[in-house]
């Protein structure tokens, strides 16, 4: 059981984790242990809430696909239960991340005094580059 929040919470069914081999340099294990964790949990189908689903449905995240599905591979620890631990992490933090609401942008003008001290700043810096021109006699 994976907790989200105080009031959401995943069952183990809806998260469906597949010990794999991890990618990288070889060694005397390499062909025998599988400690990389492949997790797959189906959006769609899942026990969310509705306001969860479409918010993470929304993300512009590459570990989503068309059919609602996050896939997250954790291969960053030797062991398979910490792999095991860092998947679950990270599907928790994409949700939490999904549920956090943008503050909204207010356009802006700049001030007539930050304009002026702009211009004021560049016509300097060209009289400036102006007077190290080639000196005639």
């Known amino acids: ?6 009031t959401v919470t995943l069952a183990e069914w809806e998260i469906e984790l597949s010990a794999i081999r991890s990618q990288g340099n070889g060694g005397q294990r390499v062909n025998k242990v599988a400690t990389a964790i492949h997790l797959r949990f189906d959006v769609k189908h899942s026990s969310l809430p509705a306001i969860y689903k479409e918010r993470i449905l929304a993300l512009s995240d590459g570990r989503i696909s068309k059919d609602g599905i996050i896939i997250i591979k954790s291969q960053s620890f030797r ?33 007539r005094n930050s304009q002026r001290k702009r211009m004021d700043s560049k016509t300097k810096k060209g009289t400036t580059k102006s007077l190290r021109g080639k000196v005639d006699f």
Do not use: G, Y
């Not at 994409?94 to 356009?107: D, F, N, P, W, Y």
């Open 79 to 111: 062991t398979q239960e910490m792999n095991k631990d860092d998947a679950l992490k990270r599907l928790k933090d994409l949700i939490l991340s999904a549920m956090i609401v943008q503050k909204a942008r207010r356009a802006t003008k700049p001030s």
């Open 1 to 6: 059981m994976l907790e989200i929040s105080n």
